[in-house]
């Protein structure tokens, strides 16, 4: 396993149409996050998941921003109907929950670049 | 006022230099306090970790967390070029919760 696996690496969509997005994690980590990360600015946090279940929505999330992790391991980010504004770079990471409740060391893959023109 | 407050920089030192990278927070339920380094247009890569206060040191690397002052630390003895990077300080009790990095450049 060499890390957060995510797909596609670069994605430019027109206002309107829906994107999908997809992160593999660490195979052990139990742990799944979605970040949003636009330029200058440091990632913020959209949803997690712990196993299978989504434990956390951020209020960023609107209703056009679905997330799953079906089984527990790979996780879907769906936007539907883009806007100019969900441009950014759209990133995963994947971590073990630690003791006591809270983050361990959380690993980030490379990200998918959205471009909504 | 925001949960992480970091200063954006540009800090650009010279070649060798010590670089110290700062934060502060406001959430006290914060436990775990992560440095990443980011390339442009890379993802955050995780370069130190810690749970509580005290230091972490890591080759040219340390950390330090004050968490009765709220305030964390990273340190950079030797600084090389390819230090060169975005350094986010972050921190977390269930999700993580980031500074908006700090833009380093060291100068050959």
């Known amino acids: 396993d060499t890390g957060v696996s995510q797909d596609p690496r670069h994605k430019i969509t027109k206002r309107g149409q829906n994107v999908t997005f997809r992160c593999d994690p660490i195979?052990?980590?139990?742990?799944l996050y979605w970040y949003r990360q636009t330029l200058g600015q440091g990632p913020e946090f959209l949803t997690y998941?712990?196993?299978?279940?989504?434990?956390?929505k951020s209020r960023l999330l609107s209703d056009r921003f679905s997330a799953e992790r079906p089984k527990g391991s790979f996780s879907t980010l769906e936007i539907q109907r883009t806007e100019q504004g969900d441009s950014a770079m759209y990133l995963c990471?994947?971590?073990?929950?630690?003791?006591?409740?809270?983050?361990?060391?959380?690993?980030f893959g490379q990200g998918t670049r959205l471009t909504v023109v | 006022q925001k949960e992480v407050e970091q200063d954006p920089g540009p800090l650009s030192v010279p070649e060798g230099a010590i670089v110290s990278l700062n934060c502060t927070y406001s959430?006290?339920?914060?436990?775990?306090f992560m440095w990443y380094r980011q390339y442009s247009r890379k993802g955050p890569e995780l370069l130190m970790y810690?749970?509580?206060?005290g230091n972490k040191e890591d080759g040219r690397f340390t950390a330090q967390v004050d968490k009765s002052s709220k305030y964390i630390s990273l340190f950079i003895r030797d600084s090389q070029p390819s230090d060169s990077a975005t350094y986010l300080c972050?921190?977390?009790?269930?999700?993580?919760?980031f500074g908006s990095g700090t833009q380093l450049t060291v100068l050959p």
């Open positions: 195979s052990e980590h139990n742990r």
């Open positions: 959430n006290s339920a914060f436990q775990y």
């Open positions: 990471a994947s971590s073990l929950a630690a003791q006591p409740p809270g983050v361990g060391e959380a690993f």
């Open positions: 998941f712990q196993n299978e279940a989504q434990l956390e």
């Open positions: 972050a921190m977390s009790e269930g999700q993580l919760t």
């Open positions: 810690t749970y509580s206060s």
